[in-house]
Antibody, heavy 120, light 110 residues
Framework: EVQLVESGGGLVQPGGSLRLSCAAS????????MHWVRQAPGKGPVWVSC????????RYADSVKGRFTISRDNAKNTLYLQMTSLRAEDTAVYYC?????????????WGQGTTVTVSS | QSALTQSASVSGSPGQSITISCTGT?????????VSWYQHHPGKAPKLIIS???NRPSGVSDRFSGSKSGNTASLTISGLQAEDDADYYC??????????FGGGTELTVL
C-alpha cells in the first residue's frame, strides 16, 4: 500500500524556521508530482505548494511565496518543506499528498499530517 | 484565491441519500474538469473519493458519485452508512495554477 509519513512539526516562535519531511514508500516516487496542503484548526484545507517529479518545477500559494521552499530527494524518496519567517497564521496540520487520480490533477494519497504551531 | 463554498453541515439517516454542493467560479470549477472530493475522518489521512468531477478511484464505493454544472460541483452519497459520518471537502484546479479547497461539510449519519 502506498504510504506517506510526515515529520518535523512542532512549536516554533514567530519569525522562526522549521523543515518538514514526508517519507514516501511503495510507489515510484520520482515519477509523481507531490503537494503540501495545510489545514488550520476548524478550517478547510489550503493548498501550499507542489513540485514536479524531477524537482525542476515548483509552485506556491501566494500566502507562502518567498517564505516556504519545497524540495525533494528522489534518492531518499523524501519530500521537504522548508518554512521560514513563520507567522501565527501558519499554524496548521501540514499534509503531504501524492498527485494522482484519473488525470493526475488530484491528490490520491495523503499522509496523516504533522502539526506546526507558531506561538510565542 | 477564495475558498470554494460548501454548506457547513448536512445530515441523513442510514439508507437515505444526501447531496453536498460546492460552488466556485469560472476560474476554477467552471473552467476545468479537475474537481475532486475528499472524505476525512478526523485524525486520519484524507481519502480521495471522486476525481475529475465524476471518476471513482479503485476501491471507492459506488454509493459515491460526483457531477458538475457550471460553477457548482456536487457529491451525492446514496444508501448512507454509519461509516460515511465524516468531513467532506471539494477541491478544484484553478486558472492561476494553484488548487483551491472548500471549507468542508460535516456529514452526520443519524
Amino acid at each position: 500500500e502506498v504510504q506517506l509519513v510526515e515529520s518535523g512539526g512542532g512549536l516554533v516562535q514567530p519569525g522562526g524556521s522549521l523543515r518538514l519531511s514526508c517519507a514516501a514508500s511503495r510507489f515510484t516516487f520520482s515519477t509523481y508530482w507531490m503537494h503540501w496542503v495545510r489545514q488550520a484548526p476548524g478550517k478547510g484545507p489550503v493548498w501550499v505548494s507542489c513540485i514536479s517529479g524531477d524537482g525542476s518545477v515548483t509552485r506556491y500559494a501566494d500566502s507562502v511565496k518567498g517564505r516556504f521552499t519545497i524540495s525533494r530527494d528522489n534518492a531518499k524518496n523524501t519530500l521537504y518543506l522548508q518554512m521560514t519567517s513563520l507567522r501565527a497564521e501558519d499554524t496548521a496540520v501540514y499534509y503531504c499528498a501524492k498527485a494522482g487520480g484519473s488525470s493526475g490533477m488530484d491528490m490520491d494519497v495523503w499522509g496523516q499530517g504533522t502539526t506546526v504551531t507558531v506561538s510565542s | 484565491q477564495s475558498a470554494l463554498t460548501q454548506s457547513a453541515s448536512v445530515s441523513g439517516s442510514p439508507g437515505q441519500s444526501i447531496t453536498i454542493s460546492c460552488t466556485g467560479t469560472s476560474s476554477d470549477i467552471g473552467g476545468y474538469n479537475y474537481v475532486s472530493w475528499y472524505q476525512h475522518h478526523p485524525g486520519k489521512a484524507p481519502k480521495l473519493i471522486i476525481s475529475d468531477v465524476s471518476n471513482r478511484p479503485s476501491g471507492v464505493s459506488d454509493r459515491f458519485s460526483g457531477s458538475k454544472s457550471g460553477n457548482t460541483a456536487s457529491l451525492t452519497i446514496s444508501g448512507l452508512q454509519a461509516e460515511d459520518d465524516a468531513d467532506y471537502y471539494c477541491s478544484s484546479y484553478t486558472s492561476s495554477g494553484a488548487w483551491v479547497f472548500g471549507g468542508g461539510t460535516e456529514l452526520t449519519v443519524l
